[in-house]
């Protein structure tokens, strides 16, 4: 079965076409950081409109580049949440009239099952159950993985998403935006272990994430550092960077250890956008290594969002006889153990 899946979740435009959820046809993302690079972060009504530009120029390409044309898609994904519902509404409007036009099969996904199932594009993936580690702008969860639609929540951010801290991050240090990619080129060149800055664990055995108190703290650190009276000249931004990178990284892993630890896998998933962090892929990787746990990242072009991951999860819904119809409806917030 050929599927077109769409993600119009943020600030990407995405249309990708899958052959029964592990065949990659086409891929396409259409990226608005150009636009919203002037206000240090994502404009929902400026993302909207773009997306409403982009949407039908690059499903087009996408079917153009898989070969096909509209009547060899058997059914239609798309996000419906969680996002930014006038980004959300119109990728899901868009899917709504092909799915009536074309009479095929439309179905709601996800956005957070899209990227753990993201995993499933890879040559290699793993076997169930494992411990899925989702890390992006808008999301830091863990989750205990026991089958395609069988997810359970193990831990969540409580307040700032790891990605959401380094974009702020960014812009506090004046880096520009986004910051993930920014931080990590910087941090290369830094001292991760110039600055000892808090790691928030928690409550004992807790998996859930914390990430304002490292970026209060780095705040602070910052405000003391720019003054020439008080600040200390022997400390670089690039030390800034490199010690806020790694408290972060600590916390993930240390919390993606225990989770698997936990439920008793001896697999675990990086997926999402900070999942393109080489520092804490590397990290991971020895850690992971060094517990006698399999590690799995998806590829960097499915770590950030795309229309490919969308298909892969729409695909394994229809394939259990699940189906939308057009009362579907956008949410910004879509806990993924109320799917």
């Not at 517990?291 to 695909?315: H, K, Q, R, W």
Request: glycine content about 10%; some cysteine; charged content about 20%.
């Amino acid at each position: 079965m050929i599927i077109l899946g769409i993600d119009t979740s943020c600030d990407d435009t995405c249309a990708a076409v899958v052959e029964d959820g592990e065949r990659l046809l086409s891929n396409v993302v259409n990226s608005q950081v150009v636009v919203h690079h002037r206000y240090g972060g994502v404009v929902p009504e400026l993302a909207s409109r773009e997306h409403i530009r982009n949407i039908v120029p690059v499903v087009t390409e996408a079917l153009g580049r898989a070969g096909i044309n509209d009547k060899d898609v058997g059914a239609i994904a798309v996000t419906v949440g969680p996002g930014l519902v006038g980004a959300l509404l119109v990728g899901m409007n868009f899917a709504k009239a092909y799915s009536y036009a074309s009479n095929i099969p439309l179905i709601g996904v996800n956005h957070l099952e899209g990227h753990i199932l993201s995993i499933f594009l890879e040559e290699r993936p793993p076997a169930f159950p494992f411990v899925a580690l989702t890390v992006s702008g808008g999301h830091t969860n863990i989750y205990h993985v026991r089958g395609f639609g069988d997810y359970t929540v193990l831990g969540q951010t409580l307040d700032d998403a790891a990605g959401e801290a380094f974009d702020k991050i960014a812009k506090l240090l004046e880096l520009g935006y986004p910051g993930g990619p920014v931080i990590e080129k910087l941090a290369a060149t830094g001292r991760s272990d110039a600055i000892d800055f808090p790691r928030a664990y928690l409550s004992k055995g807790s998996l859930d994430f914390s990430f304002s108190g490292v970026k209060t703290a780095v705040a602070l650190y910052v405000k003391k550092w720019r003054d020439p009276k008080a600040g200390d000249n022997t400390i670089t931004i690039a030390d800034i960077a490199a010690s806020f990178q790694a408290a972060v990284v600590d916390i993930l892993i240390d919390k993606a250890i225990a989770a698997a630890a936990q439920v008793g896998v001896k697999s675990v998933v990086l997926a999402g956008g900070v999942a393109r962090n080489n520092h804490l892929r590397s990290r991971l990787q020895n850690m992971m290594t060094r517990e006698g746990i399999d590690l799995y990242i998806s590829s960097p072009e499915f770590c950030t969002d795309n229309g490919a991951m969308i298909a892969v999860a729409g695909y394994h819904r229809i394939i259990r006889g699940e189906e939308d119809d057009l009362t579907l409806d956008a949410r910004s917030r879509f806990p993924l153990d109320q799917i």
